[in-house]
Every structure is written in structure tokens, then in C-alpha cells.
């Protein structure tokens, strides 16, 4: 294989694909980004097998063939040359391949060599059907993600949480993520209907790689291929299996009635809880709301060491209450409201308490308060 590329390019390549590599990964083909020559551009594909993503740059083929490489190598190597062109050889395809990259210009007497394995380890997408993916806008599909994807969990047991619940309802879509203490929910209309009809969760991993990939994208694709998500955007492709299980009936979590309602000042009030959140006591970094007649109190105590207090005026007349939140709860949910002001409304200390965003009335949100 032999083939010459723009260095930036190429790192802006290996950047997009990279990101589903687990740094568990040491020497094993999950570390490895693989290279493919077509007739003038280069592929570059990586997986974890839950996930595998793909893209292309231009490139100039002097022959073709495949490699698999170390990314996080790759990566900084291609972060410190400083040459505009490389050219990347590779002498033998086999297990234990070396590459080698240099200045394609000449002028620079650089050389590294980097060993590699068997690029039949690594599985790369498969070509698609067209008329198999539907396609949409990414800029719809970002805003749902960023104002749904902080309530997901991460590492939770339940599996079901460790991702984004997808549901097509005619032309709408409804987005839900909740780490069962907390909940976030959107709906949103698009031009088609997506190509599943009785939801789908959508693994955090891929959440985030989408987001990624759609970043200064006009519109992306999505469909079925070989039982699991195709997502395509520009020159980057994602193919990834989905979380198997029940997600959670959330309309039950979702009070439907709720006896007092307050709006606060988004910048003010994130700005008061920031200064809570210093004083928090580790784990929860529990934030207290202390409801008064025109006034909120927001406070936070570490027991010996610190607190923080601050009384923030509001319109409220009903009855004194308190309520306890986990910190970052509260901070996760007041960023993704776009409007200037955030509604919260409330029956108890104890009940789950709603969050809204006054300019969307198809978003909301939902956490349940902490034991005082």
C-alpha cells in the first residue's frame, strides 16, 4: 500500500474515527484504526464490535491496498509532523506490517515507522442500500440529544438507561433519557417517518458519536442494516447495535398535575447554583431550595468546612417548602433550556419535580427530589 495525503486532513480523519477506540485497548485490534486504499481517496475504519465507524479522505493512490495501525500512535504522530503532505507506505499486508511515513514533498528527512497487524480483524461497514436509510436534518436531531442525552447513565446496571430511547410517532419523534432519578424528554417533528417503529435505545457511546459526526452538518441518514442502526453524515458512516431490553413507561413518571410553578432567571439561577455546587458535599453535592413567600433560598453545606447561602427574589405565594436536589442534577437541566427564564413546578418536598423551557412546550424535564 502506498498512497499520499494532506497531513491535516488526515488527522481530522483519524480524529472523527477514533473516538470508539476503548483506551482498555492495548496491542489488540480494537486499538487499531484500519486503512484502505480506494481509486482516490483512503478509508479509515475502527470498532469496539459494538460500534464501527468509517470515513474517507482524499488521497493520491500509488498502490493499493490495507493496513491496521495503532491510533493512538497514529494520532500523535500526525499531531507533530510538521510537513503539509504525507506519504504512507506500507511494505508488507500481512500480520506485523510496518508502515512507514514521511515528507511526500522530499524536503524534510523525517521517517517513522509504526508496526502493524492483520486488518482483517477489524470489520468495516458494508456498502448500503439507499433506498434502505431516511434522511433528515442534524441540526433537529443535535438539539434533542444535547437537551435529552445528560440525563442517560453511563455505567448503569440496568442496561436499558445507558442510552437514548428513540420512538417514531407518525412524522414526530420522541427522544427520552432518564438515569431513573432523572428525565428528559423532547418531541420533535421531521419530514419523514424513521425507520423503526417500536423505539429503539440508542447506546451513549453512539449518542455521542453522532453528535460528533453531525457537528456543521446540513442533514444525515439513518436506517437498518444487518439488524443494527446505519447513521451516515458527510464522509463519516456509524454502525452500531442497539441496547436490548423494555425502556421504562416515562409518561408514569411525568406528574401530570403539580400544585405551584415559579420561573427563575436562567444565568442568574446557574450562576447561584455554580457557586452551591463549591460547597456541596461530596458524593451527591446535595443543593437545598428553600421556597418562601417572593424568595428562593439556595444553599449548600460541606458539615466543618464550608457553606453557601443566597436568598434570589421570585414570584411565590404558596406554602414554605424545601426541596433537596443532587447538584448536578440541577446545573444538567438549567443548561439545556434555551429560553432566558426556566419554569419549575412542584407539589412536595418529596415528588418529582418538573423543569421547562417556556419558548418549548415540547420539552420537559423531570428529577426526583433527595431525602432531606
Keep these: 500500500m502506498k498512497f499520499t495525503v494532506n497531513t491535516t486532513d488526515f488527522l481530522k480523519a483519524i480524529n472523527s474515527v477514533d473516538g470508539v477506540i476503548s483506551v482498555r485497548e492495548i496491542k489488540s485490534a480494537l486499538s487499531n484504526l ?40 497514529l494520532s500523535s504522530i500526525f499531531k507533530n509532523l510538521n510537513f503539509d503532505t504525507s506519504l504512507l507506505t506500507t511494505t508488507d499486508q500481512s500480520e506485523n506490517s510496518e508502515t512507514t511515513i514521511t515528507d511526500a514533498s522530499g524536503k524534510m528527512d523525517t521517517k517513522f515507522k509504526v508496526n502493524g497487524i492483520d486488518s482483517e480483524d477489524i470489520k468495516t461497514i458494508p456498502k448500503v442500500d439507499e433506498s434502505s436509510v431516511v434522511e433528515f436534518p442534524c441540526q433537529t436531531i443535535r438539539e434533542m440529544f444535547r437537551k435529552t442525552s445528560y440525563a442517560m447513565a453511563i455505567e448503569e446496571t440496568r442496561f436499558v438507561f445507558n442510552g437514548l430511547f428513540l420512538k417514531p410517532d407518525n412524522t414526530d419523534l420522541i427522544v427520552v433519557g432518564t438515569d431513573g432519578r432523572r428525565l428528559s424528554k423532547i418531541v420533535r417533528k421531521f419530514p419523514k417517518q424513521f425507520p423503526f417503529k417500536n423505539g429503539v435505545i440508542i447506546p451513549h ?23 443494527q442502526i446505519y447513521v451516515s453524515s458527510g464522509n463519516v458512516e456509524l454502525l452500531f ?58 444553599s449548600s453545606s460541606n458539615p466543618g468546612t464550608m457553606m453557601f447561602d443566597h436568598n434570589m427574589p421570585i414570584e411565590y405565594s404558596g406554602e414554605p417548602m424545601t426541596i433537596a436536589f443532587k447538584g448536578d442534577y440541577l446545573s444538567d437541566v438549567v443548561k439545556a433550556v434555551d429560553d432566558p427564564e426556566v419554569i419549575l413546578e412542584f407539589t412536595t418536598s418529596s415528588a418529582p419535580v418538573l423543569f421547562k423551557d417556556p419558548s418549548d412546550s415540547d420539552f420537559v424535564s423531570v428529577i426526583m427530589p433527595m431525602k432531606l
Design 34 to 73: 484500519k486503512i484502505q486504499t480506494g481509486d482516490n481517496e483512503v478509508y479509515l475504519s475502527a470498532t469496539d464490535l459494538e460500534i464501527a465507524i468509517k470515513t474517507s479522505v482524499p488521497s493520491t493512490i500509488g498502490e493499493k491496498g490495507t493496513a491496521s495501525l495503532p491510533a493512538k500512535q
Design 205 to 227: 457511546k453512539a449518542v455521542r458519536e453522532m453528535l460528533k459526526m453531525m457537528e456543521g452538518k446540513e442533514t444525515a441518514k439513518i436506517g437498518f442494516v444487518e439488524e
Design 241 to 298: 447495535k442497539l441496547i436490548d431490553g423494555n425502556f421504562p413507561d416515562y409518561e408514569q413518571v411525568i406528574p401530570k398535575q403539580t400544585s405551584e410553578s415559579v420561573r427563575v432567571v436562567k444565568a442568574d439561577f446557574l450562576t447561584f447554583l455554580k457557586q452551591a455546587l463549591i460547597s456541596a458535599e461530596e458524593p451527591s453535592k446535595q443543593i437545598r431550595l428553600a421556597f418562601t413567600k417572593g424568595s428562593v433560598n439556595i
